[in-house]
């Protein structure tokens, strides 16, 4: 089992900036590729960014591309998105995602073992 806590959330204007972070229980984080994801009103959860588990592979949703950063940190047990340039359409609520064979990528909804409780980003104009 794996419990996963986010933080960082809350209120921003748009073009400015936020930081997430995501703490996991557990020894063997290390082992797991990891994500972000988001859903917004009336919409379905959609993939935002992942990193795998030795951080030198990392992908982005293209919305986000060039205004987002994914990191880690194994020996915090800790996953990180960096949101610069914020825009009205980031508003959602953001979840850290946990995919347990840390050897494959995570970039669906279906790849997740592990959720987060969701932090709530709102982006004021």
């Keep these: 089992q794996v419990q996963l806590v986010e933080s960082g959330g809350g209120l921003a204007q748009a073009g400015g ?24 009103p ?19 949703e293209d919305s986000v591309k060039g205004r987002f950063t994914i990191s880690r940190d194994n020996a915090k047990n800790t996953v990180y998105l960096q949101m610069n340039r914020l825009k009205r359409e980031d508003t959602a609520i953001y979840y ?10 995570l970039t669906t909804r279906d790849d997740v073992d592990y959720w987060g409780q969701g932090t709530q980003v709102t982006v004021s104009s």
Excluded: H, M, N, P
């Design 42 to 60: 009336g919409k379905e959860r959609e993939f935002v960014a992942a990193i795998s588990r030795s951080g030198d592979s990392i992908d982005y």
């Design 96 to 105: 850290c995602a946990v995919r347990t064979a840390g050897w494959r990528a």
């Design 17 to 40: 900036s936020l930081r997430l972070s995501c703490a996991a229980s557990g020894r063997t984080f290390s082992l797991y590729s990891v994500g972000w994801f988001r859903q917004a």
